[in-house]
């Protein structure tokens, strides 16, 4: 089973879009992903992550409810 999570697209960086980066807050832990998949993003799209690759552009409502979700899941362990 793969997990992917949701993040906060913060900022970007590069023009060609096979090496263009973005910097994902996963609510407050920031990481370098790959933006290859998802060209077409802007700064405050959530995206979904796996692996250090964007997969896809998610709706905001739905990937703040998984973060939660996750967060709450956490404190159970």
Do not use: W
């Amino acid at each position: 089973m793969c997990l992917a999570v949701p993040g906060k697209l913060i900022s970007i960086s590069g023009e060609d879009p096979l090496t263009k980066m973005g910097r994902v807050s996963f609510g407050g832990v920031i990481k370098e992903v790959s933006l290859a998949y998802v060209p077409e993003a802007q700064i405050h799209d959530y995206v979904l992550v796996h692996v250090g690759f964007a997969l896809s552009i998610v709706d905001q409502n739905e990937a703040e409810q998984t973060l939660t979700d996750l967060q709450q899941i956490n404190t159970f362990s």
